[in-house]
């Protein structure tokens, strides 16, 4: 009944920018705390930036000053621009949320939904 859908991702040269989008679908209600998230090859899955409902926002130190995490709450969107990314920004995205949405019975529940991942690419 919600979704969560990544676009965006690409191969591109070091030093080069991506923009990630991911919308979600369904009945909304509310969109909580959302995020990105990345796993690389043979890693596991880590953090890149969350993004709380009032627009406080957290980076891992690999990616500050180089990602932007914003959200768009009519658009029922999250975003993360990329700038200057490196060969180890290679991994597949996702995104992350806390959603609130309303059942076939009209009943408000919760979920914490993730997106089918979006891969990101970059060369040297």
């Known amino acids: 009944q919600v979704q969560l859908v990544e676009s965006g991702g690409g191969l591109v040269q070091a030093g080069g920018s991506l923009r990630l989008s991911c919308v979600a679908s369904?009945?909304?209600?509310?969109?909580?705390?959302s995020g990105w998230y990345r796993q690389a090859p043979g890693k596991q899955r880590e953090l890149v930036a969350t993004?709380?409902?009032?627009?406080?926002?957290h980076y891992a130190d690999s990616v500050k000053g180089r990602f932007t995490i914003s959200r768009d709450d009519a658009r029922a969107s999250v975003y993360l621009q990329m700038n200057n990314l490196k060969p180890d920004d290679t991994a597949v995205y996702y995104c992350?949320?806390?959603?609130?949405?309303?059942?076939?019975?009209?009943?408000?529940?919760?979920?914490?939904?993730w997106g089918q991942g979006t891969v990101v690419t970059v060369s040297s």
């Open positions: 369904g009945r909304i209600f509310s969109i909580n705390d």
């Open positions: 993004i709380t409902s009032g627009g406080d926002t």
């Open positions: 992350n949320a806390e959603v609130y949405y309303h059942d076939y019975r009209e009943i408000l529940n919760a979920l914490d939904a």
